[in-house]
């Protein structure tokens, strides 16, 4: 083999790392969307259609969301308002904001916070990294399996502890990633309803009517109980409930917001 070949099959081979395929595109991109480049660390604004590849990290500001597509295998991320979103193999990192995530049929996906990492299974989920550094999840859709897999640092070889969810039902996996609170039920539809994460983009979410209806049929299941609605956790061992002052009459609704 002469040294000419030998040298064009060297750059080829440099030229199949550098370029390597995106594993997911940007899909719809509403508001101001910043992208951390990896090679100059230099934010820089995104748009539809723009590739991602392992890494790179995401950030959002106010009235601001956008909706991943992974190139491969299917499911889907939505991002909102006042995130800090990086993919990462097997799933992503969520720093700040909420997130709604749905697995594809046969897949588990990772979400790290800051000091805890869960594993979701297949179904549709919202998940918010939390002022306690842990992870708040909700599930929308299906009896949905949670795993706690420790520290982001130092994550275990097996799922150190598990939980299984039915649409409506929200846990919070505590800082560590060793253990989740109590579950916590709350009112299906009216996430649905007010999520911008799922109503505040163009095309509906994959599988609605198969929300709409696991919503329904909780509404049925929940008739009396208390309208008491989870909020958020401060504590590494508790979380607040609030419940809310009942609008005055003839009221407008109040504007969509993300869970």
Known sequence: MSFG?????????????????????????????????????????VAA??????????????ATRFEVRPAEGGGLWRVGRRALFSLKD?????????ALVQ????????VESMRSVAALSEGTWLVQAVDNRGLKVVCLDGDGLVQAWGLPSEPADKALAEISLKPGELVFLQPGGKAFSPRVAIYLEETLATS?????????VPGMRRL????????ERLKGVSNAVVVGASKAGGFQIAVPTPEPAGASP???KEP
Request: net charge positive.
């Open 5 to 45: 070949i030998r040298w064009v099959i060297v750059v080829a081979l440099i030229a199949s790392f550098a370029f390597a395929a995106p594993v997911a595109q940007l899909g719809h991109v509403e508001g101001r969307v910043l992208m951390r480049v990896p090679e100059t660390k230099k934010l820089e604004p």
């Open 49 to 62: 259609g723009r590739e991602l590849a392992w890494g790179d990290t995401l950030i959002t500001g106010d």
């Open 103 to 110: 697995v594809p049929a046969k897949a588990a996906w990772r």
């Open 212 to 219: 709409i209806n696991q919503a329904t049929a909780q509404r």
């Open 254 to 256: 109040a504007a969509n």
């Open 196 to 204: 911008r994460l799922i109503g505040g983009f163009p095309e509906p």
């Open 90 to 98: 097997g799933g992503a990192r969520l720093l700040a904001g909420t």
